[in-house]
């Protein structure tokens, strides 16, 4: 079993950033980041396998990193030159089967509260 809990959403204006964390207990071989915005369906944005193989979606590449402390087993997302579109209820996942590094919502049996991203333009 594994709990997540995600923190570190807010409001920014464009072109600003935050930093999202999701403390996890208990271990799971993938972890990642997704988002939903109203009336829209939930889509991956970045997942990560142990500390150094990532993910991304086309739409964040470039502006979000994803990183992972092992000591703390903690996950971030780092979100840069954030944009309107960007706005949106974002969850902290996890999976250890066979889908492997993946975006794929379906994939993910573990999942954080949310915490709510707005970016104002």
């Known amino acids: 079993q594994v709990q997540l809990v995600e923190s570190g959403g807010g409001s920014v204006q464009a072109g600003g950033s935050l930093r999202l964390s999701c403390e996890a207990s208990?271990?799971?071989?993938?972890m990642g980041w997704f988002r939903q915005a109203p009336g829209k369906e939930r889509e991956g944005v970045a997942a990560?396998?142990?500390?150094?193989?990532?993910k991304y979606a086309h739409s964040v590449e470039g502006r979000f990193t994803i990183s992972k402390d092992n000591a703390k087993n903690t996950l971030y997302l780092q979100m840069n030159s954030l944009k309107p579109e960007d706005t949106a209820m974002y969850y902290c996942?996890?999976?250890?089967?066979?889908?492997?590094?993946?975006?794929?919502?379906?994939?993910?049996?573990?999942w954080g509260q949310g915490t709510q991203v707005t970016v104002s333009s």
């Open positions: 208990g271990d799971a071989y993938y």
């Open positions: 996942a996890a999976h250890s089967s066979t889908w492997g590094l993946t975006l794929r919502v379906g994939a993910y049996n573990y």
């Open positions: 990560i396998f142990g500390s150094r193989a990532t």
